[in-house]
Every structure is written in C-alpha cells, then in structure tokens.
C-alpha cells in the first residue's frame, strides 16, 4: 500500500521480513510448489511474481534509489568519501559506521572473482585505488587489506589513546 506496488525487493530495508517473505512465495510460484489458494489470493491483490529491477525505487541512507545502477553508483560514492577520510578502500565487511557499505564492497571482491563484475566497474573502482585482495591478519602486503576486523581494531586502538 505504501508504494502502490507489489514489486517488494528480496533486501528491502524497511521490513526485512516482507522482503524475504515475498522472495519465498516468488520461488514457490517459480517452483510449481505454491498452492492454489494462495496464488489465487496474491493475484487479486496484483501480487508480482518476477521482480522489476528498473521500477523499484527505495530511500537508502536518505536518497531515493530507483535502480541497482543508482544503488551501486551511491556505494561507490560512499567507498569514495570512506577513502578521503581514511586513506583506503579497506572497508571491514561488518564496518560499524556504514555495514550496508563493507557488505557492498565485500561483494565487490566477489562479482569480480566470479567473473560478474564488468569491467567498466572494476575501472571504476581501480581509478579509487580499491583493493581486490584480502588476506588474513597479520598477513598484509603492500596494495592489499587484512581481514574484516583490521579497520575495526586500527579504529578502536585510535579511541584509546
């Protein structure tokens, strides 16, 4: 009712239950698993069984987001201003200040690894010095970034000083 739409993404920051709830129903439909009833019932209410990546407008961190083009552009702008202020593109997946933020760039490393990343934004993110590898604590080389926690500990000794 909120938007006039059944176009519910999987990750839907308001109500994360709705969204994984919509994403259930859209594999049973998918799957021949949904029962009558329920399809019938979600039909009337013009429940929509693929999602509409380009129709899907959302506010994130205070923007309105139409796309998944726009949501990556803002990440990068994010991981942009992250690297003015702390010299790196080593965001900590689970980075307190921003975690949708070292999600993304963990996800980043992945899209990449497994070929899914185009190259148009490996460019991109070349151009700000990111940096594809990660290796365990202690474990660090020039050009690469430690584990999740090495920006979360480096944040923390600079408090207790």
Sequence with gaps: RETGT????????????????????????RNGKMPDERKERLNGIGFEW???????????????????????????????AYKEAKGDCCVPQFYPANTSLGIWVDAQRVRQRNGKLSQERIDRLNTVGFT?????????????CNDKNQKMQSDDDSLKS
């Design 50 to 80: 693929t999602r509409d990546k380009s129709k899907c407008a959302q506010l994130i961190d205070g923007v309105m987001i139409n796309n998944f083009d726009e949501l990556w552009e803002h990440r990068f702008q994010q991981l942009v």
């Design 132 to 144: 594809w590898s990660v290796k365990k604590k202690n474990e660090t080389s020039p050009g690469e």
């Design 6 to 29: 059944c176009n519910v993404p999987q990750i839907y920051t308001k109500n994360s239950s709705l969204g994984n709830w919509v994403s259930t129903q859209r594999v049973l439909y």
